[in-house]
């Protein structure tokens, strides 16, 4: 009798005295989660987990009731008892479909990330075009026979293929410094779609473990730790198109996962002259579980295509009738592409608070394109055409500590990083050729050796419903370009350090309502080669950023985003094909507002949407003389999917931009256009049969476009108009999946 009431003494003790409860939450193969949401039903307490799966929450007591939730897993409704007070308490999470009620608003969780995931899984990435497509705002076009990286249009930014965004897979730098054809060049044909598990983003100069090229944002991809199935795919559609996929699960152990992939695409598409293109990808990954709660994970991979191209045509040769939509001025252009990477990464557990994670890689990248900007501009007998070359090799690392820890009696947590980027650049060039074959003269021809050293800090402090992100970055640049046009040994270098603090502010004053302002200073780097003939002048342009934004969870299924933001940049850097190099065009101001939604209808019904207004201007120029060629001002994307409606699932999608100025002064425009997607999947046992269409409605539109002077072969002066690749017309491809 007497210990039955020291039980119900202690258990009023715990009502009456609100106290700190910690635990951990896991999957049931006992691997942590991170960023678990948990809600104290009774106190309104709330709390996340860190890496290792761990938590604490304040203000809790026996019998409350906490709503635990992450995407992907049935939430857990789990009433405290008074041992959980005295015990390790530990909840295990089962799988369940992700849905838009697995969401909490929290400050501690980036909502817009998970929203992105929710996107992902109820429409899954179908061709490696489409990977970039699932990050809201963000607009791609092809314009040289599908080898070729892809256009990427964000907030307000004509990107052109990666110069103001920062691009990862697994933490592998995606982005191409002083790249033969670009700065920033970012072709992300090497990771095949279907081994995607996950991506992150952000918008804006904000997060100081993004550095080069995170100007208007950054997208990092994460490819999956194991299969749940093996599996195996054929797709076959108009234009010769054929792909084939092989997804092959080696090791499912309690401590080892090991998958490999591989994928062949070819398309010769609806051009007069096939683009006769084909690409092979293979990837493998190997991830072990060591003793002393460590994880190592090795990730291979290597793809290599090769294309021809019909280039971008001039409006008049249509308007004259010398060619059709789908023909061409010089239909030998094209190229051929590879990319190998190694990559290993490992991380350690070092206490429930604390972790550390490091990675190394090494790519090797090999680059040959042939275009024709002009025509005949330049050369009226042997045409314009030109060869960009390089043989790239990139070595690197990252290590970064995190600790969950307390400041003033709240929670804090940061992170400190360090890393180093040497891309070794061998025989980089342009030069003047005819038909591929003959070379008539080099432009420029040359090695780049590039060093970026960094280090940054991320620190998190809550406080309340208010968390406060200061952040800073430091950056060391080393440029070397030896140019081997010269008699004599001729090798120039320039160095620069830059630094770039950030600060973001999120208040959550319940789990309906998400505000947030963010500030911060990134940067994009120049070509080496115009670093070095600059001497110094316009390496590491600034850029500073503002946003000021909100979400709302009106009701379990309906969620809403929207954000109004600026951008200003210290030199817009525009390329210049036939020149081969990086220009500087001035300084330049960005303001705009991005809108979002998403809707769970029905249990199989899910509807999401975005539209992106930004008024762009260089600061430098007079008015009507200051539009930043091919910036987008009205962008939108969206559509619908169907999921768990029996054996069947799909989606409709489409894209839109709007008329933009494609020349200073507005002179020249740069038609919009509305695109629709359409797919329909069935499922019968272990075979998965699919209908994809693009552009459902067989629209006329030009998928990218461009101001250029150009000469045609008949003609006495040049004209200056716009020149496009056209978009695909109604594409249709049927697809067989059996999973076993």
């Not at 307000?156 to 191409?176: A, C, E």
């Not at 990954?285 to 460590?294: H, S, V």
């Not at 962008?635 to 894209?655: R, V």
Request: one cysteine or more; glycine letters at 8%.
């Amino acid at each position: 009798m007497k210990h039955k009431l020291l039980w119900v003494l202690a258990c009023c003790a715990l009502n009456l005295h609100a106290q700190r409860l910690k635990g951990n939450i896991q999957t049931q193969s006992n691997v942590p989660l991170e960023n678990v949401s948990i809600f104290n039903t009774t106190s309104g307490a709330h709390t996340h987990t860190n890496a290792n799966g761990n938590f604490t929450i304040e203000n809790t007591s026996f019998n409350d009731v906490l709503n635990i939730t992450s995407l992907g897993f049935k939430p857990v409704n789990q009433q405290l008892l008074a041992s959980d007070f005295n015990n390790e308490f530990v909840i295990v999470l089962s799988p369940n479909p992700i849905s838009l009620d697995q969401i909490v608003i929290t400050p501690q969780v980036d909502a817009l990330n998970s929203i992105v995931q929710l996107d992902l899984e109820n429409s899954p990435v179908k061709n490696s075009q489409e990977i970039l497509r699932k990050v809201p705002g963000l607009i791609i076009g092809q314009h040289a026979g599908g080898g070729k990286a892809e256009q990427i249009f964000l907030r307000g930014f004509d990107i052109d293929h990666g110069t103001d965004i920062n691009l990862t897979v697994d933490g592998l730098p995606v982005n191409m410094v002083s790249h033969a054809h670009g700065q920033g060049y970012s072709d992300l044909h090497f990771l095949i779609p279907e081994t995607l598990d996950k991506i992150t983003f952000g918008k804006g100069p904000y997060y100081a473990d993004k550095g080069d090229f995170a100007t208007a944002g950054f997208v990092g991809f994460k490819t999956k730790r194991q299969l749940k199935n093996s599996a195996v795919s054929q797709e076959i559609g108009d234009f010769n198109s054929l792909r084939t996929v092989g997804l092959f699960k080696l090791l499912d152990t309690s401590n080892a996962d090991a998958y490999v992939a591989g994928s062949l695409f070819t398309f010769d598409g609806p051009y007069n002259s096939p683009q006769n293109f084909n690409r092979i990808n293979l990837m493998g990954k190997y991830t072990y579980t060591l003793p002393g709660d460590q994880t190592v994970s090795f990730m291979g991979s290597h793809f290599t295509s090769k294309w021809d191209a019909s280039g971008q045509i001039p409006q008049r040769a249509i308007d004259s009738g010398l060619i059709d939509r789908f023909g061409a001025i010089d239909d030998t252009e094209g190229g051929n592409t590879s990319r190998s990477n190694f990559l290993v990464t490992h991380y350690k557990k070092l206490d429930s608070n604390s972790k550390l994670e490091s990675s190394a890689y090494y790519s090797h990248y090999a680059f040959e394109l042939f275009s024709n900007f002009t025509f005949f501009l330049e050369d009226p007998i042997n045409g314009d055409q030109i060869r960009q070359f390089e043989d790239r090799n990139i070595l690197g690392f990252n290590t970064v500590y995190s600790e969950d820890t307390a400041l003033f009696n709240n929670d804090f947590k940061y992170s400190a990083g360090v890393g180093i980027r040497y891309d070794d650049v061998n025989d980089i060039q342009l030069s003047r050729t005819k038909n591929r074959e003959r070379l008539l003269e080099r432009l420029a021809y040359g090695n780049v050796n590039q060093i970026n050293t960094y280090a940054f800090i991320k620190t998190k402090y809550s406080t309340g419903n208010f968390t406060l992100e200061p952040q800073l970055r430091l950056d060391y640049f080393k440029f070397d370009y030896e140019n081997k046009l010269t008699e004599q040994y001729d090798n120039q270098s320039e160095s620069k350090i830059f630094a770039s603090p950030k600060f973001n502010v999120t208040y959550s004053p319940n789990s309906q309502f998400q505000f947030f302002a963010k500030t911060g200073i990134g940067f994009h780097s120049n070509d080496a080669r115009v670093v070095v003939a600059n001497e110094g002048e316009d390496i590491l342009p600034a850029a500073y950023g503002a946003d000021l934004g909100a979400i709302y969870k009106a009701t379990d299924k309906l969620v809403f985003n929207t954000a109004l933001w600026t951008l200003f940049l210290e030199q817009e850097f525009v390329y210049v094909g036939d020149a081969g190099i990086v220009e500087p065009s001035g300084k330049t101001r960005r303001m705009g507002i991005d809108l979002g939604a998403r809707f769970e209808a029905l249990d199989w019904l899910y509807i999401f949407g975005d539209i992106n207004y930004t008024y762009a201007r260089s600061t430098e120029e007079p008015n009507g003389a200051n539009y930043i060629p091919l910036a987008p001002d009205l962008t939108s994307t969206g559509g619908l999917s169907i999921e768990n409606l029996g054996a069947f699932s799909g989606g409709i999608n489409y894209k839109y931009i709007k008329d933009r100025a494609a020349n200073e002064d507005n002179s020249i425009v740069a038609e919009g256009y509305f695109v629709t997607d359409l797919n329909v999947n069935y499922t019968y046992k272990r075979f998965t049969f699919s209908v994809i269409i693009e552009n459902l409605f067989d629209t006329e539109w030009n998928e990218t476009q461009f101001a250029t002077e150009s000469r045609l072969f008949n003609e006495a002066e040049p004209i200056e108009e716009i020149h496009f690749t056209p978009g695909t017309p109604f594409f249709l491809r049927g697809k067989v999946t059996v999973n076993f």
